[in-house]
């Protein structure tokens, strides 16, 4: 059983399959684009209440397993297993909307599968060139941050784009998941560190690492945090290794860019501070490439920037004091998830629309990467690996993991304060 059995319409089959089918479509819709499992099984319940009797659903990394109960009638129904780091915002709140208004009674059932139907089959609000360039100038304002000279940063721009164009290419072909990061990062990785060399910069790492930092599947492992301080432990782990899976997979291909170029990652690499108002704005560029790859509409584009300064800015400044990073990033996450929330009301679109954005440029990819070069290293030394290495590469780890989490919880404190329960679309 699944969430689109062939030739269903709503004269052919009983009213609650046909609930059931709607309704495992919008969660599926949702899922698909970055939704955590308690904003689907919120909506999801949602919509079947104003259509039918009650519904229990189970979310699961597997699929969605739903019962509906309308006028005596049980129909159970099993939805089809998402596996996808993909972020579609723009659909969050169409989905959104839809709920809102079936509530208030201005959608009928059959209004509700065409819109449905419009939303699954309709392209995203930009093209992909705009989302290449987008995420080039992403690429390159991440390099910048890390401390990248100008000739890395440009050269990163040029690695960042053909990356991206590389990335939607082998997504639109439908191409594996796992394979997606592990080419792209090959690819944007060999063409950045190839330009680093030609054009004489003096940090060419990070031409060969800052593509890879915009595969990172921010989103998911933010939401995998959530997914388990939420009580839902097993999607939470299930999306943590699919996500450590695809970090694996980009790490690799960079590792094999860095024997095809002969230009090295260093395990052991000092953290570089930007001034403030530098720092601003390459936050505000980087967050403005995710709001084009998560499909933000322009309308709303200006929010997403605003978070970005508010969080990044705000962790440079905490750390030129001296204070430590994992603090910082937690401190920026609460003030990106309070801006989110804030923005969100005055514009009537979902907090997670401006939050996500915000704070994915503190998504610790290089510390991710260089611990996984590490971690190579160590198992190609065997019991010959020097103890700073193996110390190096631990703490990377234990940053990594504290990064995230600090993101995760700093996001959900905010906007579980801040909104209304049944408005907690992106706890």
Known sequence: ??????????????????????????????????????????????????????????????????????????????????????????????????????????????????????????????????????????????????????????????????????????GRRHTNPVLIPFTTALVSGAIGALAVRLSGSATPALGLVAPGMILVPGVPLINAVKEMIGGHVSVGVSRLGFAGLVIAAIGLGLFLATAVTGVAIPVDAPTRILGVPEDALFSALAAGGYAFLFGVPLRLAWACVLCGIGSHTLRTLWMQFGLGIASGTLIGAVVAGVLACVFARAVKAPPVAFAFPGVVAMIPGAFAFRGWIGTLQIMHLGAAAPAPLIAETFSLGVDCVLMVAAIAIGIAVAISVLESPRRQISE
């Open 1 to 170: 059983m699944h969430d689109e059995p062939a030739g269903l319409t709503h004269g052919a089959a009983d009213h609650a399959a046909y609930i059931a089918h709607l309704s495992l479509q919008l969660g599926r819709l949702l899922l698909q684009n970055g939704s955590d499992s308690a904003h689907v099984h919120d909506a999801v319940l949602r919509f079947v209440a104003v259509f039918g009797d009650e519904a229990e659903l189970l979310v699961t990394y597997e699929g969605l397993l739903l019962t509906v109960a309308d006028h005596g009638q049980f129909r159970t129904k099993l939805g089809h297993a998402v596996q996808t780091t993909g972020v579609g915002l723009a659909v969050i709140g169409r989905i959104d909307r839809l709920v809102e208004d079936a509530e208030r009674g201005g959608v009928d059932l059959a209004r509700a599968a065409v819109e449905l139907d419009a939303i699954e089959s309709q392209p995203g609000p930009y093209s992909r060139w705009m989302v290449a360039a987008a995420l080039g100038l992403t690429a390159a304002s991440l390099a910048r941050l890390f401390g990248g000279d100008w000739a890395a940063v440009c050269s990163v721009f040029v690695a960042g784009i053909a990356g991206t164009a590389l990335r939607l290419e082998l």
